[in-house]
Nanobody, 124 residues
Framework: QVQLVDSGGGLVLAGGSLRLSCAASSGTTRDYAMAWFRQAPGREREFVAT????????RYTDSVKGRFGISRDDAKNTAYLQMNSLRPSDTAVYYC?????????????????WGQGTQVTVST
């Protein structure tokens, strides 16, 4: 098992950048695919990005391609989401998740472990 702690959210102007972190407070991230999802008010949780357990596979939702980058540092038991060129439409609570299968799914119900979420607000 792994326990995840999300951090790094905040308030930023449109066009700005943030880096989210997902740290394992217990257990190790090494064997898990890691992903980020987000949920805006009144909307369902949606997939943002995933990285496989060996880091060789990454996938992004279309709306963040070219702006966001997912990475991992298993020596630090941490995954990251670098978010650039932020837009007001990126405003949401961002959640990291871990999947024992390891290959990088896009469906939320494939992930067994979740962080508590971190708020990202992008203003104009």
């Amino acid at each position: 098992q792994v326990q995840l702690v999300d951090s790094g959210g905040g308030l930023v102007l449109a066009g700005g950048s943030l880096r989210l972190s997902c740290a394992a407070s217990s257990g190790t991230t090494r064997d898990y695919a890691m992903a980020w999802f987000r949920q805006a008010p009144g909307r369902e949780r949606e997939f943002v990005a995933t990285i496989s357990s060996n880091g060789g596979y990454k996938r992004y939702t279309d709306s963040v391609k070219g702006r966001f980058g997912i990475s991992r540092d298993d020596a630090k038991n941490t995954a990251y989401l670098q978010m650039n060129s932020l837009r007001p439409s990126d405003t949401a609570v961002y959640y990291c998740a871990a999947d024992e299968a390891g290959w990088g799914a896009v469906r939320a119900n494939r992930y067994q472990y979740w962080g508590q979420g971190t708020q990202v607000t992008v203003s104009t």
